[in-house]
């Protein structure tokens, strides 16, 4: 069946070039790819930290093509999306610095040694990588989070080959980001079939199934994640699954920061609620907001700017559709109050909509709909009247990727950053949750529901340990070993040297 | 229902002055533990490893009655069980070493900073405590891996509350175990419950499918450890699961070694697969010997020392006959030979036994008893004829944890080293695989079935981070972030500033 590309905004479809990928090339290119594993992981470092600078190369070589592809496949904006490929190149760079920094290697040397149980052999470990990883592209970033993102590029980083299925709502910007990274691996002298590109569900099936993949990276919704999840566990040989699914994210305005700052956050809550058209994974999904004339204000500020903004083009009609069946759902919430609520859309295209409810409501209903993602252009604020209220009405929220707070520096509320720890991922202060920076103190997961593996992150130099397993070598002869872990190791990177850090 | 000791040796059973507990009493003592996972994670480290360190106090003053205990309640031999024990309070105090020298917690700060993708707000990040973990104590480790062991060790050394079900094969130990670190606890003034001790089979169901409980940490039979994976992924909020499985731990003897070692080697061979009546889980269970007649040697000499040491005593007359079920599932195997065959022995009491299988009936056959572990004194020895015969049988085995090979310095099989850490997460040269030192190099886990997280090893000083996940705080004021992220932390740990390791 051949793939097609839709325009959300206009209905416009184009049939590509590519045809869905059968289950047979899916075993094809799995082999293919796992015939490279010993291979990838053989060479140096350093060639592999030239081959994911050569890919990031190739996307701002083609970075003008790729964004007009994006434009037209996503409706997202141009400056947008010309940022979000900016990101994903930078991205590539920063994981080959990682791979040449080599810590993520945890290389560590015990020599043999005298102990209370008695005396231990010589003991040397490093970490190796899994092997093919499967990567689900993402809807919502066509590049971040997609074909050239960061599940592929510390895949590779690990010394994994990638087969990469494409998400259907951006297959032309897929084939043409996969043909970059073919460009770039070609450039550095990889074999091909390091990296691959698959079409339609159920190539995605037949890829989680594959007795040759390792591993699977996905960016996506709940359901499907725990259903692939559940898949991966089930196999003969269960891999591991890292899902980074929905979130409900919580932001917090306390009192004294709505009765300093309240159109400033309101106004800055309705930017990151509609950023990207609402469809980020770190949407902050519950605005709490205090039952105060000052709260008031806040969410009046925030409710105009929604208005103002409508209406807006989602991703594909698919999701615009659930977009408004989650909308449907909070109306059909007698304690669930709409405050914008100015139509539906049509198609891909659909209006912000803002709902309230009050803390106490929200702490004792036990309808999922108040606490599942929305995914889309909207909020729900939740209106408490003190801190038992709120502490109350928190209790009930789910498990996030961030959780964020506004709050004074003479506030009674800072106990809201401890909090916060205990709820998601990330804890920010005043600021929005959207916008996830690629540095190494980046942690982009939470406890479940938010992602499948919460001591997983998909952004930030730890994403590559997902990829990863150690294996120690006992009284291996020197010139048998892994050469880094040799005591005349060439390889310059930290290494833990009979208990103590050393090379830094 | 009361809790019943039964000595395998003789048969005789004791009720013990405890009863199975209740699933209400598990909710109790989870919820109870759930309450002190602020508390706990909140104390200093230096607190933390000395209450570690008085768990081990009491362990060893108490180890006169605890080994007597063990020896009547598992069969094990005095001096193995005295050696377990001493292991098992040596690595309280490792992870106490552990818990001060810091770098477990990944403590990484990365300073307000302007990147190719635009500015990056303040981004600070450390390791977290999980919450509650249950701990299910294994039948062959009444210390080691059981109430006392390396998963309540490294979950208490990661700050998290524990709640360990005793195995019913030795429930007297488990409860005077479980006696001494609660003094060790209360002596360092730790709360009530943040250890805690439960009883049966439901009460374990219990455990896993608790709210408060945030992970699982497992050693046993890869049956019961896939039933009660599920049985954590399949909960309305998914936790991680950690079991340690079996596998049957390939050995191989290189034609050169066979031929200048043959009689050392089949003697060596022999001790390891009946050590602790062939009870470990790194028990070499198949054995590749090459079809030369250094090779017989070899294998007559496994034989021989095997033969002698029959009949022996295994853990309990449930696993006996599990291991008589095992061996006649081998024996309705065609190509199967028995070598050692001199009768099932009855309860508890059993002989060991050795099989042999061609190298090319192995790779041909698909039956999974040939794959299998065998949990017992027992091995099946693999006949090669040459490298490539060789080669098919092992990629006909599943993952282990551990991998052997006997080669020589001029070896052409060296080839082995690498090959081994694609199946196993610790390779062995020259050596035996039972026997796991405490150590920072030290990898105990593999690909499945050997473990449901090759990520993870459940001994050495990786074991912590099972029990740890990532939090960033991004823009937090220095006052209000945990201690080790302030720019002034007198918390001397190890932490990455702006990218760079510091504080060696």
């Keep these: 069946m051949s793939v097609t590309s839709r325009n959300p905004a206009t209905g416009d479809e184009r049939v590509l070039d590519v045809d869905e990928t059968t289950s047979e090339e899916v075993a094809h290119l799995a082999r ?191 359901a499907a994640g725990r259903a692939l999840w559940r898949r991966a566990s089930e196999r003969p040989v269960p891999i591991p699954f890292y899902g980074e699914l929905g979130a409900s994210n919580p932001l917090v305005v306390s009192r004294r920061a709505a009765s300093r700052r309240a159109s400033e956050i309101g106004r800055g809550i309705a930017g990151s609620v509609t950023l990207g058209v609402g469809q980020f994974c770190t949407k902050p999904g519950l605005v709490f ?28 009609s698919g999701i615009a559709e659930h977009f408004r069946e989650g909308l449907r759902a909070l109306s059909e919430i007698s304690q669930c109050r709409p405050l914008v609520n100015d139509g539906e859309g049509i198609d891909a295209n659909v209006r912000a909509q803002l709902f309230e409810v009050s803390a106490n409501d929200f702490a004792s209903s036990p309808a999922r709909t108040l606490r599942d993602e929305c995914f889309g252009p909207t909020a729900l604020v939740v209106r408490y009247d003190d801190r038992d209220d709120l502490l109350r009405a928190l209790d009930a929220t789910d498990s996030a990727l961030t959780f964020s707070a506004f709050i004074e520096e003479d506030d009674d509320e800072s106990w809201l950053v401890e909090y916060g720890s205990t709820k998601a991922g990330r804890v920010i202060v005043n600021g929005y949750p959207t916008g996830v920076g690629v540095s190494w103190s980046m942690q982009h997961g939470g406890p479940w529901p ?27 002869a020197q010139k048998l070993l892994p050469e880094l872990l040799r005591d005349d190791s060439t390889v310059h990177v930290v290494r833990r040297v009979d208990g103590v850090l050393q090379g830094l």
């Design 289 to 316: 907001v205090p039952s105060t004339t000052d709260g008031d204000t806040v969410v009046t500020e925030l409710a105009e700017v929604i208005r103002e903004l409508s209406p807006m083009t989602m991703l594909s």
């Design 450 to 476: 938010s992602t499948t593996a919460s001591w997983a992150t998909s952004v930030g130099a730890g994403a590559i340990g997902r990829w990863l397993r150690p294996v120690s070598y006992q009284d291996v």
């Design 32 to 222: 293919r790819a796992h015939d490279h594993v010993f291979d990838y992981a053989a060479r140096p470092l350093t060639w592999r930290a030239t081959m994911l600078g050569a890919m990031a190369d190739e996307l701002d070589a083609a970075a003008s093509d790729l964004v007009d592809l994006a434009v037209i496949e996503t409706a997202l904006t141009r400056p947008r999306l010309e940022g979000e490929l900016r990101r994903t190149s930078f991205q590539l760079r920063f994981f080959a610095s990682i791979v040449t920094e080599g810590s993520f290697l945890n290389a560590s040397i015990d020599h043999a040694h005298d102990t209370p149980m008695g005396p231990l052999p010589d003991l040397r470990r490093v970490n190796v990588p899994l092997g093919v990883v499967g990567v689900f592209g993402s809807s919502n970033f066509p590049f971040a989070f997609s074909v050239p993102g960061g599940d592929t590029a510390s895949a590779l980083a690990a010394g994994c080959p990638v087969i990469i299925k494409a998400h259907p709502a951006h297959p032309a910007t897929s084939q043409a980001c996969f043909e970059a990274l073919r460009r770039g691996a070609r450039k550095a002298d990889a074999p091909e079939g390091l990296v691959s590109l698959i079409f339609g569900l159920a190539a995605g099936e037949a890829l989680v199934d594959d007795p040759s993949v390792a591993a699977i990276g996905f960016t996506g919704s709940v």
